[in-house]
């Protein structure tokens, strides 16, 4: 199993930026995914999670109605757009394969990319 997070960077507060997460090894269509993020000093937080099909998303509170995840089973790819960030979204962004139990516990994960750094800041 292996998950190729890209496209973080350093952006100013109020722009956006859309990460990918190339995964390959194990049947990608047959996994619900998550995105989750670490600040710096802090622990993982869960940030979104989408089903296997694309059809049900769910998204921390935090990002609600800025962030959108999806994904495309014919590429093996999982995104995160992220618009309208904040300095307070700067954090190493994970994506992560779910095997069960609730999303936002991040205990639940048993797969993990390397992160993509994304930094907002003026």
């Known amino acids: 199993v292996q998950l190729v997070e890209s496209g973080g960077g350093m952006v100013q507060p109020g722009g956006s930026l859309r990460l990918s997460c190339a995964a390959s090894?194990?049947?990608?269509?047959?996994?619900?995914m998550s995105w989750v993020r670490q600040a710096p000093g802090k622990g993982p937080e869960w940030v979104s999670a989408?089903?296997?099909?694309?059809?049900?998303?769910y998204y921390a509170d935090s990002v609600k109605g800025r962030f959108t995840i999806s994904r495309d089973n014919a590429k093996n790819t999982l995104y995160l757009q992220m618009n309208s960030l904040k300095p307070e979204d700067t954090a190493l962004y994970y994506c992560?394969?779910?095997?069960?139990?609730?999303?936002?516990?991040?205990?639940?994960?048993?797969?993990w990319g390397q992160g993509t750094q994304v930094t907002v800041s003026s």
């Open positions: 992560a394969r779910w095997a069960s139990g609730s999303y936002y516990n991040t205990d639940v994960y048993d797969y």
């Open positions: 090894g194990f049947t990608f269509s047959s996994y619900d």
């Open positions: 989408i089903n296997t099909g694309g059809g049900s998303t």
